[in-house]
């Protein structure tokens, strides 16, 4: 790589914003500073269900990293619940924004390892007060060493101000004004506040929904201020309702509860 194929490529990028080559520019300038396997860009409007913006994903693997994530494992992900909260801009990776039991929690289990990825790091773009961009570059063979990651670092204000034009729109889109007159945290709330209705109580719910983001009992119940103990006879109690013996039939009934509704 050459200094000039890569001012190159941000000159390419600059005259593409606004039109549909533009994810593509992004992609190749990204590619030019640091290779990896895949790219999708995802609009995360608040409470509405994502929109998937781009992605170069082979057919074989779209179906799993695209259409299984929006039918619900999305509501899990640590990028879509960062981009819920108030974060300052810039280049993360999954593995900061992660619960303490991620990798041990189901949604990895369940889902997130199926996609076969060594890492994925995400730009986190601010496009309205409740419209997010995230870029995730994605590598299935290794993780980012840390050259990588300050390779990238140094694109950040480029891939922030282009992105923040080409999508500027994006908080006009009709999902966009939904969310913002429910409130961001509004779908994930009622995903777990309908889920086992009738049948667990609302501590019980609770439970259910920082397990399958992935916390631990400890951290649970520095959230929920009660005993690591008292998580865990949640979590039994829960189990017994639903006649269930692990976190992976939690996970699937979940999901299976989503496509329902």
Same mark, same amino acid.
């Given at each position: 790589?050459?200094?000039?194929?890569?001012?190159?490529?941000?000159?390419?990028?600059?005259?593409?914003?606004?039109?549909?080559?533009?994810?593509?520019?992004?992609?190749?300038?990204?590619?030019?500073? =640091? !290779?990896?396997?895949?790219? =999708? %860009?995802?609009?995360?409007?608040?409470?509405?269900? !994502?929109?998937?913006?781009?992605?170069?994903? !082979?057919? @074989?693997?779209?179906? %799993?990293?695209v259409t299984d994530y929006l039918i619900g494992p999305y509501l899990l992900d640590p990028f879509y619940l960062a981009a819920n909260r108030a974060m300052a801009p810039g280049l993360y990776r999954l593995r900061d924004l992660a619960p303490d039991r991620f990798y041990q929690g189901e949604y990895y289990r369940s889902y997130y390892a199926r996609t076969g990825l060594a890492e994925e790091i995400g730009f986190y773009i601010d496009v309205a007060p409740t419209t997010v961009i995230v =870029?995730? #570059?994605?590598?299935?063979?290794?993780?980012? @060493?840390s050259k990588d990651i300050r390779a990238l670092q140094d #694109? %950040?204000? %480029? =891939? #922030?101000?282009?992105?923040?034009?080409?999508?500027?729109?994006?908080?006009?889109?009709?999902?966009t004004k939904m969310s913002a007159n429910e409130g961001a945290d509004t779908k994930v709330e009622q995903s777990f506040a309908s889920f086992g209705q009738g049948v667990l109580t609302p501590r019980e719910r609770e439970i259910v929904e920082h397990t399958l983001k992935g916390h631990s009992a400890e951290a649970t119940g520095n959230i929920l201020k009660i005993s690591s103990g008292t998580v865990r006879t949640h979590r039994r109690n829960v189990y017994a309702k639903l006649r269930i013996t692990s976190q992976g039939e939690l996970f699937s009934k979940f999901i299976q509860a989503l496509g329902r509704a």
């Open positions: 790589m050459t200094e000039i194929s890569l001012f190159t490529s941000m000159g390419h990028l600059i005259e593409a914003i606004g039109s549909p080559s533009y994810p593509t520019e992004l992609a190749g300038l990204l590619r030019l500073a =640091v !290779p990896y396997s895949y790219t =999708v %860009v995802f609009g995360y409007l608040g409470a509405a269900r !994502p929109l998937a913006l781009f992605d170069d994903f !082979p057919a @074989s693997k779209r179906k %799993v990293f =870029v995730s #570059l994605m590598r299935a063979e290794r993780a980012f @060493s #694109l %950040v204000p %480029v =891939v #922030l101000a282009s992105a923040r034009r080409h999508w500027a729109g994006l908080s006009d889109h009709p999902a």
